[in-house]
């Protein structure tokens, strides 16, 4: 069941246009990715979603509801962790949870939520003087502590460190196993390949392209190369010319770089197998989600 549905969501600021028919779904229990550079418009969707701002044109859904006219409703079943998330420097972590919790009709108990998400020693720290993994632990708790069916998490690991983001992964997933809804805003490719069920790739202004992860990156026409080591005397270029998927053999003593599409290093070490060349340290180059925004906008992520 589609918890989420945008139908050719617009929005213009001073006339130009940064949104342009924005389309997509998120089913119930799903991490959903919005993955796209800075300034293609993830965030503003996502805050059109949320109900912090209004669109110009086209129709959100969020449960069923209205994000603005039915903006009192909808605050009680979804939790938000914005992009510039920022407390008081002093504000106590238990204080942040308690005023956080009076804002809900019917609030988790902000206890269970500090002992669920390992902060329970942190109870009467101040909010400057957490790390930054502990922030984002604390943002998290905050943004359930309504107890939402659905949870956005906008650029979470923005400024961590690699340790501190794979620890907020993890809690991402531990979200979702709650039974919590997760639309997940990032710029990093390798957390939404790591984290999302399915993904909505943006560029300026628009979707290029919504699936799993691996659909996208099996998805490209993009060439890529595998290599090895000749362990005996053989002509590769002989041997692998004309093989389906193989655009170019290279050699260099005894190392070979082949180059090809789709799925032509099974062809290759086929071909090897049969012809009874043996070869060590054989590697193929992985294709990732760089690779697949590449080819589906024609320039790099970065």
């Known amino acids: 069941m589609a918890v989420i549905e945008v139908t050719d969501l617009t929005k213009r600021y001073a006339g130009l246009t940064v949104l342009d028919g924005v389309s997509f779904s998120v089913e119930e229990g799903e991490i959903f990715g919005i993955l796209g550079p800075n300034g293609a418009g993830k965030t503003t969707t996502v805050e059109c979603v949320e109900g912090l701002r209004s669109p110009d044109g ?3 859904r969020v449960l069923g ?3 603005i006219k039915d903006a009192r409703a909808l605050r009680e079943q979804v939790g938000v962790q914005l992009q510039h ?21 019917a609030p988790r108990d902000w206890r269970e ?9 942190k109870r009467d720290a101040r909010f400057g003087k957490l790390s930054g993994g502990q922030k984002q632990r604390l943002f998290i708790a905050l943004a359930l502590i309504g107890n939402p069916r659905v949870a956005f998490l ?7 460190d690699p340790q501190a983001r794979r620890a907020t992964w993890e809690l991402i997933k531990r979200v979702r196993a ?7 805003v990032s710029h990093f490719m390798d957390e939404v390949e790591e984290l999302c069920d399915r993904v909505a790739v943006f560029d300026r202004g628009g979707i290029v392209a919504i699936d799993s992860p691996r659909g996208l990156i099996e998805g490209i026409d993009a060439e890529h190369q595998m290599r090895f080591t000749l362990m005996a005397e053989a002509d590769p270029h002989t041997l692998l010319r004309g093989l389906p998927g193989v655009s170019g053999v290279t050699r260099d003593g005894d190392r070979v770089a082949v180059t090809g599409r789709g ?3 099974t062809a290759v070490t086929a071909r090897l197998a049969r012809h009874h060349v043996l070869v060590s340290d054989l590697r193929i180059d992985k294709r990732t989600l760089d690779d697949a925004f590449l080819a589906l906008t024609g320039r790099s992520f970065n």
Do not use: C, H, R
């Not at 939520?113 to 020693?121: N, R």
């Not at 709650?178 to 997940?184: A, E, H």
């Open 58 to 60: 086209g129709s959100v």
């Open 65 to 67: 509801l209205d994000p």
């Open 85 to 105: 998330t920022q407390l008081p420097d002093n504000i106590k972590v238990w204080e942040a949870l308690d005023l956080y919790a009076s804002f809900y009709a």
């Open 113 to 121: 939520l500090l002992e669920q998400w390992g902060m329970a020693d």
């Open 154 to 160: 906008d650029e979470l690991t923005t400024g961590l």
């Open 178 to 184: 709650g039974g919590v809804t997760v639309v997940l």
């Open 263 to 265: 799925d032509f290093a």
